[in-house]
């Protein structure tokens, strides 16, 4: 196995200030992304008002039992997008974490974007007769929600962390919001945008002071030929 490829979380300036004084990334929960399609199953070939129910409840039930143990950080492959500084690191004024580290791949997933949203299809699922084969089908839609967005997202370049909540080594509550710790030499860099207001010596003496002392400080700069954002 090579070494594992950089992977950037992209923060505001007062997120990324937070998260050099904790040295920890708060942690996400799938029910509250931005996207509305999070999650959310289609349907199609209802015909009984409980097939309606069903394929309602079915989805969210799984998404339920999923935050009772499991957690999401988000991260890019891409830091020289300036779409993706204009978005979710503050209009350049935030900061990208630069983590490299070799998860094993149950942990991490690399998202698949398609306009075939997944759709539970009764006219499918009623030909299923056996109980296993209804039970695959399910699964496998399941499947796709964990790791599959629109089309319309794959500027994000998007891979997801799977943080398991009950890991209490790593993982921590604090007023109804997890922290977690990344791995030991897993922070390689951290980028300032380069309008940030945070100052690189304020930025090293927090790392330093986490026990961070290898990962790097360094600001992103502007391209004088291309559209690229240079770190």
Same mark, same amino acid.
């Given at each position: 196995m090579g070494d594992p490829i950089p992977i950037y979380r992209f923060l505001d300036a007062d997120g990324a200030l937070k998260t050099l004084v904790s040295g920890r990334f708060r942690v996400g929960q799938l029910s509250k992304f931005n996207d509305p399609f999070e999650w959310r199953l289609g349907f199609a070939g209802a015909v009984a008002p409980e097939e309606q129910k069903f394929a309602e409840d &079915?989805?969210?039930a799984h998404l339920v039992w999923l935050?009772?143990? !499991? $957690?999401? +950080?988000? &991260?890019?492959?891409?830091?020289?997008?300036?779409? @993706?500084?204009? +978005? #979710?690191? /503050?209009?350049?004024? $935030?900061?990208?974490?630069?983590?490299r580290y070799p998860?094993?791949? $149950?942990n991490i997933q690399q998202m698949r974007y398609s306009n075939e949203r997944p759709v539970l299809d009764f006219n499918q699922l009623r030909a299923h007769r056996d109980p296993g084969a209804r039970e695959q089908y399910l699964t496998s839609l399941l499947g796709r929600l964990m790791n599959q967005k629109s089309? $319309? &997202?794959?500027f994000?370049?998007? #891979? %997801?962390?799977?943080?398991?909540?009950?890991? *209490?080594? *790593?993982c921590q509550s604090r007023d109804g919001q997890y922290e977690w710790q990344l791995p030991d030499g897993s922070l390689k860099r951290v980028v @300032?945008?380069? *309008?940030?207001?945070?100052e690189e010596a304020a930025v090293r003496k927090l790392l330093d002071m986490n026990g961070?002392?290898?990962?790097?400080?360094? %600001?992103?700069? !502007?391209?004088? /030929?291309?559209y690229a954002i240079i770190t």
């Open positions: &079915f989805s969210s935050e009772s143990w !499991m $957690g999401i +950080l988000c &991260f890019s492959d891409s830091v020289s997008d300036p779409v @993706l500084w204009a +978005l #979710y690191a /503050q209009k350049h004024r $935030g900061v990208a974490f630069e983590v998860w094993p791949s $149950g089309l $319309g &997202f794959s994000e370049r998007e #891979y %997801r962390l799977h943080i398991d909540l009950n890991d *209490r080594g *790593r @300032l945008g380069f *309008r940030c207001p945070l961070l002392v290898d990962t790097k400080v360094v %600001r992103a700069r !502007m391209c004088s /030929q291309s």
